[in-house]
Nanobody
Framework: QVQLVESGGGMVQPGGSLRLSCAVS????????MGWYRQAPGKSRELVAN???????HYEDSAKGRFTISRDNAKATMYLQMNSLKPEDTAVYYC?????????????WGQGTQVTVSS
């Protein structure tokens, strides 16, 4: 069973930076996508960025130029470096893994980490 544990959230002033980590335990199928999502109060969960098993990355417009997604396969960890944070980045951030198997898609979520951007 795959388990994901996020860390690195906290409170930061506008313009500040945070780095989120997502530690993965268990075995992930070779064809997969890992991603960061966020959910602000009263809003739906939304994609922030993802990275495929080949290393290809995708960013939503809200993250382009400010956030960087990366992974360290040796450490089984995914990261989200967030710079130039804005109050509207305040949300619970979740990491996600989707495995694409011949029998179907399996998806796993972490428990989330709170990011608060406020002066």
């Amino acid at each position: 069973q795959v388990q994901l544990v996020e860390s690195g959230g906290g409170m930061v002033q506008p313009g500040g930076s945070l780095r989120l980590s997502c530690a993965v335990s268990g075995s992930i199928f070779s064809i997969h996508v890992m991603g960061w999502y966020r959910q602000a109060p009263g809003k739906s969960r939304e994609l922030v960025a993802n990275i495929g098993s080949s290393g290809v990355t995708h960013y939503e417009d809200s993250a382009k130029g400010r956030f960087t997604i990366s992974r360290d396969n040796a450490k089984a960890t995914m990261y989200l470096q967030m710079n130039s944070l804005k109050p509207e980045d305040t949300a619970v951030y979740y990491c996600d893994v989707r495995e694409f198997r011949t029998e179907g898609v399996r998806e796993f979520w972490g428990q989330g980490t709170q990011v608060t951007v406020s002066s």
